[in-house]
């Protein structure tokens, strides 16, 4: 049986399961963030911040029963050469399930039909590797690699760059 999880707008009651992303420092750095601690305003203002930006498409990832299990948003959308990049989080107990193939193939399906981008960008720090292989798995190429990109915890991390054409 196949789960229908989709994509949907934010709801005021999506904020503690947005809270508990946003806290979550071994996710944040995942996705290449500088992790701390965020307070309920901070995270709406994050929200608000990404609904009333021209420059990104931000939405809820949802379960089968309409509950918050992640989010996915296009950000640095840039309309003259029609590229963005993309980004994601989905919950841990709803991962390898097949909710990453639904929503990102959702999200490109949006992005190409209704904002004409023809070109989406996803950066992932390189030790991910299970984020590596999901997008690889839907088609996105590698472009290349940015050495020591990012500092956290003491270090710098290498980010892939990976790309994707979409049939516009």
Known sequence: MELV???REF????INFLMSLRND???QYLLITHPKPNSTEQVKNWIMNKINSDKTIFFVIASPDNKPIGFIQASD??????ICKIGLAIENEWRRRGVFKRVISDMENYLSGSMNIRKIVAEIL???????KAFESVGYEMAGILKSHYYNNGEYHDIVIYEKFTST
């Open 11 to 14: 709801l005021d009651s999506d």
């Open 5 to 7: 999880c989709r994509i």
């Open 126 to 132: 390189c030790v991910n590797e299970s984020s590596r």
């Open 25 to 27: 420092m071994e996710l």
């Open 77 to 82: 959308i840039d309309m003259v050469n029609r």
